[in-house]
């Protein structure tokens, strides 16, 4: 059984920093790629950051150079570094696993319940 699970939110001031984790269980965490998705309330969720297997990176263009996302296969887990957070910042943060087939489909994929941030101004 998969297991996603988020710690490390809380409520910053702007300007703060938090650094977010998502412990896997059940996957086979070393082969898989991992992202960090965000919704703040009454919008979609939205795209945060990417790490793949080999550890390449992606981030949305609203993150980029104060968020860095990072993976330790020893502990199976992803963390999300997020620095000189903004008000805009705030949502809840859910870490998310894709499963694909060989040929790149998405097959299904796996959420954890969400952590909280709230950046105060």
């Known amino acids: 059984q998969v297991q996603l699970v ?16 998502c412990a896997a269980s059940g996957i086979a965490f070393t082969s ?6 965000r919704q ?8 945060v950051a ?3 297997s080999g550890g390449n990176t992606n ?10 996302i990072s993976k ?8 999300l570094q997020m620095n000189s957070l903004k008000s805009e910042d705030t949502a809840v943060y859910y870490c998310n696993v ?10 299904r994929e796996y959420w954890g319940q969400g952590t909280q941030v709230t950046v105060s101004s």
């Not at 898989?32 to 998705?37: I, R």
């Open 59 to 68: 981030y949305a263009d609203s993150v980029k150079g104060r968020f860095t």
């Open 98 to 107: 894709p499963i694909r087939s060989l040929l790149g489909t998405l097959m």
């Open 6 to 21: 988020e710690s490390g939110g809380g409520l910053v001031q702007a300007g703060g920093s938090l650094r977010l984790s």
């Open 72 to 79: 330790d296969n020893a502990k199976n887990t992803v963390y």
């Open 40 to 47: 703040a309330p009454g919008k979609q969720r939205e795209f």
């Open 50 to 52: 990417a790490i793949t």
């Open 32 to 37: 898989k790629g991992m992202n960090w998705y």
